[in-house]
């Protein structure tokens, strides 16, 4: 292997090595809404600023090759691509300690009938599902596998958007839930910004594999289909 293959291969670790972490966090994050584990909420808030270092790290690795070995073609755009990914991964980092934050602040699960109608354990379960199978297409180059992510990131946007009117209605059978009700809307919608982040991880796997940008077509293409649902 020459040098900037080298530098290739430990850039490719390292953004690995965080996806694992910030995939613990989101996983921790489920597990810690779920039980009420306000122990396991302080870890994950904690291990924030271990997330923060990797993003540090990658970005100055990616400024590195930029700037020593000049790449090219599919060699620079792996390297653009590492970036908006690590920049994804970090938000995504974030969102797991927001969602932990509620956490800290409850006492008790949240009542069984206000995740089922809301589904949101479903929209959890399928958001870590999408983290996890972005992983896959990204170490396996599989575009075919980041192109699903696209369309299954509809699911998530269809429960956010149903969320709202929902919870308010069970708020007004349930006026002593509203601390409960509203705090399980705040995670529900950080759970539609994972969606959006592991969308933008797809279209840079994407673009690093088939030179390709998907992005601007595909907010096209949804605000076309929306008009088109309106009328």
């Given at each position: ?85 690590n920049a994804n991964l970090e938000r995504i980092g974030d969102t797991a300690e927001g969602i932990s934050m509620f ?41 075919d596998q980041a192109r699903a992510m696209l369309k299954r990131d509809k699911t998530l946007n269809k429960i956010y958007r149903k969320s709202e009117s929902i919870i308010a209605k069970y708020l007004r059978d349930n006026p002593d839930s ?54």
């Amino acid at each position: 292997m020459n040098h900037i293959d080298v530098e290739l291969s430990g850039l490719k670790v390292k953004l690995m090595e965080m996806w694992d972490l910030v995939e613990y966090q989101l996983q921790s994050g489920r597990d810690a809404m779920l039980n009420a584990d306000q122990e396991l909420a302080r870890k994950v808030v904690k291990l924030g600023k271990k997330v923060n270092n990797f993003d540090v790290k990658i970005d100055r690795m990616c400024e590195n090759l930029l700037a020593l070995y000049t790449p090219v073609a599919v060699d620079l755009r792996l390297v653009l691509a590492t970036l908006k990914i690590n920049a994804n991964l970090e938000r995504i980092g974030d969102t797991a300690e927001g969602i932990s934050m509620f956490v800290q602040n409850r006492k008790a699960p949240f009542n069984p009938e206000i995740l089922e109608i809301t589904k949101a354990v479903v929209m959890f379960d399928e958001a870590l599902a999408m983290f996890h199978d972005c992983r896959v297409a990204y170490k396996s180059n599989n575009t075919d596998q980041a192109r699903a992510m696209l369309k299954r990131d509809k699911t998530l946007n269809k429960i956010y958007r149903k969320s709202e009117s929902i919870i308010a209605k069970y708020l007004r059978d349930n006026p002593d839930s509203i601390e409960e009700g509203l705090t399980l809307l705040s995670i529900i919608k950080k759970l539609e910004r994972v969606g959006d982040q592991v969308t933008n991880i797809a279209e840079e796997i994407i673009f690093y594999q088939d030179a390709k940008v998907v992005k601007h077509k595909t907010k096209k293409k949804d605000k076309n289909n929306n008009n088109n649902q309106e009328e």
